[in-house]
């Protein structure tokens, strides 16, 4: 599940509210165990998931680098690379 979790720092176009709540729901299920809550776990799931995301919000907000933004495709690309070389067909 973790390895959903991408890095959302320092990226041309910026992160969007979508891809923090994603990741916020992929660490979530992850520290929980759950990949979708029972009934009475609910409210507590989906509170956690909007705890984190406004964490990670600010976080990223908060966050400066010197660094020129990294570009979505070509990391996208390099990350398909590595997998390919991880798990050949």
């Not at 990949?35 to 998931?49: L, Q, T, W």
């Not at 995301?53 to 070509?74: V, Y």
Request: charged fraction near 25%.
């Amino acid at each position: 599940m973790c390895r959903n979790i991408k890095s959302l720092f320092n990226f041309d176009p910026p992160v969007t509210d979508e891809e923090i709540s994603n990741a916020s729901l992929q660490f979530v299920r992850k520290i929980s165990g759950f990949s979708k809550p029972s009934k009475p776990n609910e409210a507590a799931f989906y509170a956690a998931i909007n705890e984190v995301a406004a964490a990670s919000a600010r976080l990223l907000l908060s966050l400066e680098t010197t660094a020129p933004p990294k570009n979505r495709e070509e990391e996208a690309a390099k990350a398909r690379a590595r997998s390919a070389e991880r798990f050949p067909v």
